[in-house]
């Protein structure tokens, strides 16, 4: 006979005084009991669900969000008055790095996206000389073919598929100001003679945003779509397998509006004559913008007080479900994907590096996989304040500790472990590697404890930090840390047999169970 596993959710009393329980068994009851035996599945998301954007100026060499050093900017008027101010000069990047090479293809199989707003303007040098010193007219950065090369040998390398985007700056444009394949021609055929491949591609990056420098105000409806047009055709000749996606347009989940970005709406974009019917449905989402751009309270803005709300956490709900129409309604069945997100638009938030953002950015895989969405790229995988691993030391910050787990224990099977409970976040998802086994990720955001019980052996795996701001994040109250040489630690549970499990205030538990017998989880991946 089947064994039944099953989990229930009880709130235990807040603790008293500065010490916390970060892991461990209590004897308190339980209730609401979730039976993962017969958990029912909800869908299955791609292999590759997990992904990231390596920004095109880590291969040009340019502009990138300036990092911040600890003092307090103004916020607001500074992008209008002076968007160099919230600009630094970042380097090309050395994608041969044996650490970042490691870290990465820790998180595989996953997409990269070469892209962002270098992307819109860049001049692909198409010979094996220096680099020029003086970038062509119409364009703004050089993308040499040691670059693109060495780009595609990483994700070679990583165990990753590229999409990225093309150049729709006045370089590449007729007399009626109308998208041409000048770039995009040597690009797709110096990809091809050296083994390459761009599995995915989006014309524009966010086509319904002002680029200083570039555009003042977005594309409209008619000469998106006739560009879109123009580029399908082209890349039907040169690239028939590469998938195309569209619109990529920039979307935020702030409670005000901002005129500029639905002057023209995705509705329009997608509904404008000659737009063929795109493989992909692809946007870009961000819940607030960052206070290189704001102030942190301005209605626009963000603190690190909302970060655990439910309002906060909610925010991307919204906006997919908009996609979600607008896909069931323009391109039936094309797999909808989020290219670009993150916690705050503008270069993101001070504490982004920290463990208090790994919150936001587990949430937001779980409860858009659940939702229908079929791949999400975090921007980013290597950045000064919002990679995933610091790209000026390789060192991991706070959420790639997250996304390993996320990586080592979430399948693609997405299971439906109910509602979620006010300040107690649980999803589950088949175990990855076990046939019939089941992890149930457990997001506690409240400052008191959780307890979940377990029927029948399973394992443990609680993340918490010294302090919600700590780049120190803690695996059953053990630091994670790169070995000598850069290697990975050995990601170690805690082994629970029917035990109650007690939940840290402010805590990250995945808790697999290999035995759940559930059959939906046969033959997982």
């Excluded at 880590?58 to 103004?74: N, P």
């Excluded at 220096?130 to 040691?146: A, F, K, M, N, S």
């Excluded at 109308?178 to 690009?187: D, K, L, Q, V």
């Amino acid at each position: 006979m089947k064994k039944s596993i099953a989990v229930s959710l009880a709130v235990a009393a807040p603790l008293l005084g500065t010490t916390a329980v970060l892991y461990g068994t209590s004897s308190s009851s339980a209730t609401n009991p979730v039976n993962v035996e017969n958990m029912p599945l909800v869908r299955t998301i791609d292999e590759r669900y997990m992904s990231f954007q390596v920004g095109m100026s880590h291969l040009t060499g340019g502009e990138t969000w300036k990092t911040y050093d600890g003092s307090k900017e103004e916020g607001g008027a500074k992008q209008a008055d002076n968007f160099e101010a919230i600009r630094e000069v970042r380097l090309p990047t050395d994608l041969t790095n044996s650490r970042l090479r490691t870290l990465t293809e820790a998180l595989s199989p996953l997409y990269i996206r070469y892209g962002g707003t270098t992307t819109n303007s860049v001049y692909f040098q198409d010979n094996d000389e220096p680099r020029l010193d003086q970038v062509p007219d119409g364009y703004r950065w050089i993308l040499t073919r040691d670059s693109w090369k060495g780009a595609l040998e990483f994700a070679d390398a990583v165990d990753a598929k590229v999409l990225t985007g093309f150049t729709v700056s006045d370089g590449v444009r007729d007399e009626a100001h109308a998208w041409t394949p000048e770039h995009a021609a040597p690009f797709v055929a110096f990809t091809d003679s050296i083994g390459g491949e761009i599995y995915a591609a989006e014309l524009y990056n966010e086509p319904n945003a002002r680029e200083p420098g570039r555009t003042e105000e977005g594309e409209s409806a008619e000469d998106f779509a006739r560009d879109f047009a123009l580029f399908d055709a082209f890349m039907s000749d040169a690239s028939p397998s590469t998938k195309l996606g569209a619109p990529g347009v920039a979307a935020l989940g702030i409670p005000v509006p901002i005129p500029s970005l639905e002057k023209v709406t995705p509705e329009q974009y997608m509904s404008a004559e000659p737009l063929p019917k795109p493989d992909l449905i692809t946007y870009h989402f961000y819940g607030a913008v960052a206070e290189r751009c704001v102030p942190p309270g301005a209605p626009a803005g963000v603190t690190a007080e909302q970060a655990l709300t439910e309002e906060w956490l909610a925010r991307p709900d919204k906006t997919f479900q908009r996609y979600k129409a607008l896909r069931d309604n323009f391109a039936p069945d094309a797999p909808i994907w989020l290219t670009e997100t993150g916690t705050a638009s503008c270069g993101g938030t001070r504490w982004q590096p920290t463990f208090l953002e790994t919150f936001r950015f587990l949430d937001t895989h779980a409860r858009l996989a659940k939702q229908g969405l079929d791949a999400i790229f975090t921007h980013a995988l290597i950045s000064g304040s919002n990679g995933v691993i610091d790209e000026k030391t390789f060192m991991p910050n706070a959420d790639y500790w997250a996304a390993l787990l996320w990586r080592k224990l979430m399948g693609t099977k997405v299971l439906d472990a109910g509602d979620n409970q006010p300040g107690l976040h649980t999803y589950a998802h088949c175990q990855r590697g076990h046939s019939g086994g089941v992890t149930v990720l457990a997001i506690n955001l409240q400052d008191k404890t959780e307890t979940v019980s377990v029927s029948g052996p399973a394992e443990l795996y609680t993340l918490t930090a010294p302090e919600l701001q700590s780049r120190v994040v803690q695996l059953n109250g053990k630091a994670l840390e790169l070995g000598e040489g850069g290697t990975l630690p050995v990601i170690k549970p805690e082994p629970v047999d029917g035990d109650n499990i007690t939940l840290a205030p402010t805590s990250i538990s995945f808790i697999t169970v290999p035995e759940a017998n559930n059959t939906a989880c046969n033959n997982p991946h």
